[in-house]
């Protein structure tokens, strides 16, 4: 039986469906060869190399993960180099564009809202440690939709805020019917309505919402381009 020539043997593999990479290492030949010999064959990949370009394509996607949350690490060591200790200072500007973005303006109540825990924290130190605010001030409120879980969504923001849940307000449930189920789903614990009371002291009124107030305008002023 006459034996097969190279050649020969290149266009056998090719019929068969096998990759010029895998051509290359059982034969030996170069790609540019290759190129030339099998220009003209069809070519069908066979499940051997589909296996292996899905296990190539599956650690190339691992391997740009990795790079990907590596570079986040980086970024985020770096961005806390750049921040450094937080100020008094700091802290203060950083609450007055709290409240810009989530405080109660238009009537004279000193209130905070938001779904975000980290954000309520900072709220609460904001208030704390720059407005003088007691814990005792603090009768929060949570809006909730008729999926979530009352007892867990109080206990949970009780948690997060170390207010007692005695000095919570009732709680509000929202069943307007053209509210999106998706966006239900994303607050399983609801909205939390951070409010502070004076009690009858002065500084802690309509005096400090207004000096809130001036403190927005004053930031605003100086943030206009010319």
Same mark, same amino acid.
């Given at each position: 039986?006459?034996? #097969? ?29 290759? @190129?030339?010999? #099998? ?10 190399? /589909? ?17 990907? /949350? ?20 700091? /802290? ?5 564009? #709290?409240?810009? +973005?989530? &405080? ?48 867990? *969504? ?22 307007? *019917?053209?509210? *999106? ?12 309505? #951070?409010?502070?009371? @004076? ?5 802690? +009124?309509? *005096? ?5 107030? &001036? ?12």
């Amino acid at each position: 039986m006459k034996s #097969l020539t190279l050649r020969e043997k290149t266009i056998n593999l090719r019929k068969r469906g096998y990759s010029y990479g895998m051509i290359t290492k059982e034969l030996g030949i170069a790609k540019g060869t290759l @190129s030339n010999w #099998l220009q003209k064959i069809s070519y069908t990949p066979n499940k051997e190399v /589909l296996r292996r370009v899905g296990e190539a394509r599956m650690k190339m996607a691992e391997t740009k993960r990795k790079q990907m /949350l590596d570079n986040i690490q980086i970024m985020k060591q770096l961005a806390r180099k750049e921040i450094g200790k937080i100020s008094n200072r700091d /802290l203060f500007l950083l609450g007055v564009g #709290l409240y810009l +973005g989530d &405080g109660e303006k238009t009537y004279e109540n000193i209130r905070i809202t938001n779904s975000d825990p980290k954000i309520i924290k900072i709220a609460m130190r904001w208030f704390q440690e720059i407005c003088g605010f007691k814990m005792k001030n603090f009768i929060p409120s949570v809006h909730l939709y008729p999926d979530n879980d009352i007892e867990e *969504s109080l206990n949970y923001w009780a948690r997060i805020t170390g207010i007692p849940k005695k000095q919570f307000n009732k709680t509000q449930i929202d069943r307007r *019917s053209n509210k *999106s189920e998706r966006k239900k789903r994303k607050l399983p614990h609801g909205t939390f309505h #951070l409010k502070t009371k @004076s009690f009858g002291e002065k500084e802690f +009124g309509k *005096s400090l919402h207004r000096r809130i107030m &001036g403190w927005i305008e004053a930031v605003e002023d100086q943030s206009e381009c010319e």
